[in-house]
């Protein structure tokens, strides 16, 4: 498996910005599926959004769509997560997964490694 690390959550005000990355330590990082969950306290895992290991297929929650923008570049062993227009309901941690394949992208039980998580907190 994959190891994953994330960076780049804070604390920010409503409408703000941020750009999360995911490092993956695996030089064969372009055959992987990276997808971003997120996780608020007291709930379960949730998708955010996913992309295929050339960069090429894209997916996202349906409450991100047009706000969050999910890209990578394999040269940096790096996925992004681009978060426009941010609302205090995106407050969670967000976690980073790597998995083969592109199927089953709802379901966290689908990917194989996972990171320990960021916090995002947007206040209003």
């Known amino acids: 498996q994959v190891q994953l690390v994330e960076s780049g959550g804070g604390v920010v005000q409503a409408g703000d910005s941020l750009r999360l990355s995911c490092a993956a330590s695996e030089r064969t990082f372009s055959h992987y599926t990276v997808a971003w969950f997120y996780q608020a306290p007291g709930t379960e895992r949730e998708f955010v959004s996913a992309i295929s290991g050339s960069g090429g297929t894209t997916h996202y929650e349906n409450s991100v769509k047009g706000r969050f923008t999910i890209s990578r570049d394999n040269g940096k062993n790096t996925v992004y997560l681009q978060m426009d227009s941010l609302k205090p309901e995106d407050t969670a941690v967000y976690y980073c997964?790597?998995?083969?394949?592109?199927?089953?992208?709802?379901?966290?039980?689908?990917?194989?490694?996972w990171g320990q998580g960021t916090q995002v907190t947007v206040s209003s």
């Open positions: 997964a790597a998995g083969i394949g592109w199927h089953n992208l709802y379901v966290p039980a689908s990917y194989n490694s």
